[in-house]
């Protein structure tokens, strides 16, 4: 039996609660789809909006009328692990129940270890929250010195730094859950960022990628394969110009070489391609797929998606 890891996106899961109740319930097919096929199986998932939109209202309240106490972005991240694994494991639950597979589904708060000293606590570039106009970006910008970036033509999103993942904290867990054939929900938003503090871990207000999180994850759990799930069927090249390309297969060295050439964006897909290297050259036989969620349950017999293997 295999073991595979699945990150899905914060974007796919909706921007309000009722939108990703819904969201949930339209993936869960999906991914129950590799379990039914016999994969265990881990999911991560993003929480860009979700966080975006916990740290905005609780902003709000501190600095409205009601002056409820400020809350750490660290914290927000927290919250929104609970909120979508308990939306996750409802949609999975009655997914699983409804095609007669008897398995438990669990959501770990997951925190991942980071370094102080990463170099992108100065140079923030992480997407997170709604997308608005570049008006709306610069008064809100003036407002609460919140930096934001234009995010692959869909519009400006606020950016805060993401450092990379260093250690999953809660790793020996997740592996006794999928030991015991349990469907496990963790490393949420990317996991919570804490850093080392003498003889105790604190978080540090950050939003680590949640594909690079998910990569370091199934590595540590010497999974077979990764699965990325985003908004498009396959990676491509020249994207959204006239002459795109779709990419069937990756080479490790011509996603190098792509990358090189700037073909993939910051903050959207550089990152899924850097995950899925770094996990493939991690070990020989590797396989890492980038397809949308809607093949999610076909990623990994092959002709969906863009399939990247090391050697």
């Known amino acids: 039996m295999s073991r595979v890891v699945v990150a899905l996106g914060g974007n796919a899961l909706g921007h309000t609660p009722a939108a990703q109740i819904e969201a949930v319930r339209k993936a869960a097919p999906s ?7 016999g994969h265990r199986v881990v999911l991560g998932h993003g929480n860009g ?16 009328t009601l002056k409820t106490p400020e809350i750490p972005l660290v914290e927000c991240g927290a919250m929104s692990q609970g909120y979508i694994g308990y939306h996750l494991q409802q949609a999975l639950q009655a997914e699983l129940e ?40 610069e008064r809100i910008g003036k407002e609460k010195g919140w930096i ?10 606020r950016v805060v730094p993401s450092p990379e993942p260093m ?32 003889e105790r871990l604190k978080g540090i207000d950050a939003v680590i990628d ?55 964006a910051k903050g959207s897909m550089l990152p899924k391609v850097q995950a899925c290297l770094a996990f493939v050259e991690g070990k020989p036989g590797r396989k890492a797929v980038i397809t949308s969620l809607a093949l999610a349950g076909e990623a990994l017999k092959g002709g969906v998606g863009t399939v990247i293997e090391g050697l």
């Open 98 to 137: 409804k095609q007669k597979i008897a398995k438990d589904v669990v959501s770990v708060v997951t925190q991942v270890e980071v370094s102080s000293a990463d170099p992108s606590f100065k140079d923030p570039s992480k997407p997170v929250g709604n997308f608005c106009t570049k008006e709306e970006a």
């Open 148 to 157: 934001f970036i234009e995010d692959a033509g869909r519009g400006y999103r």
């Open 167 to 198: 250690r999953i904290v809660e790793l020996d867990a997740i592996k006794k859950m999928m030991d015991m054939d349990m469907v496990v929900v963790a490393v949420g938003g990317g996991g919570i960022p804490v850093v080392r503090d003498g």
């Open 210 to 264: 949640k594909d690079k999180s998910s990569a370091r994850l199934a590595a540590d759990l010497d999974a077979d394969a990764l699965v990325i799930l985003t908004a498009v069927d396959k990676v491509a090249i020249r994207f959204n110009k006239p002459d795109q390309k779709d990419l069937d297969r990756l080479t490790v060295t011509e996603a190098k070489e792509y990358i090189e050439r700037g073909e993939f």
């Open 31 to 37: 991914i129950v789809g590799l379990i039914a096929a």
């Open 49 to 64: 909006p979700q966080v975006g939109m916990i740290d905005s209202a609780l902003d709000y309240s501190a600095h409205g």
